[in-house]
């Protein structure tokens, strides 16, 4: 499965954004997706995941803030980042887990001024 996500970018310390990642094969086949992050100089950390029936979950830092939801119609799955903070400036990266693999797609920037 081919993964394509876009909707990063610049926003200030309280606002918001949405990822929305696409993905090459019906997103309710797929076992599982969701949103990874990676910061400068750190390990790359799950942000949220959705189960293929709909269930999520969320690192803790994101709890409250974060939402994932899936458009089955148009293939994506999107991440609603609310009261985005400073320490959520990183690549995020859309992830998939199908058939016994992982698949990654590019990473897409947010970046939050304080």
């Known amino acids: 499965v081919q993964l394509q996500a876009s909707g990063g970018g610049f926003v200030q310390a309280g606002g918001s954004l949405r990822l929305s990642c696409v993905a090459s094969?019906?997103?309710?086949?797929?076992?599982?997706m969701g949103w990874y992050r990676q910061s400068p100089g750190k390990q790359r950390d799950v942000v949220g995941i959705?189960?293929?029936?709909?269930?999520?979950t969320y690192a803790d830092s994101v709890k409250g803030r974060f939402t994932i939801s899936r458009d089955d119609a148009k293939n994506t799955v999107y991440l609603q980042m609310n009261s985005l903070k400073p320490e959520d400036t990183a690549v995020y990266y859309c992830?998939?887990?199908?058939?016994?693999?992982?698949?990654w797609g590019q990473g897409t920037l947010v970046t939050v001024s304080s």
């Open positions: 094969s019906s997103v309710n086949s797929i076992n599982m």
């Open positions: 992830y998939a887990y199908w058939l016994g693999r992982n698949y």
């Open positions: 959705m189960s293929n029936l709909g269930s999520t």
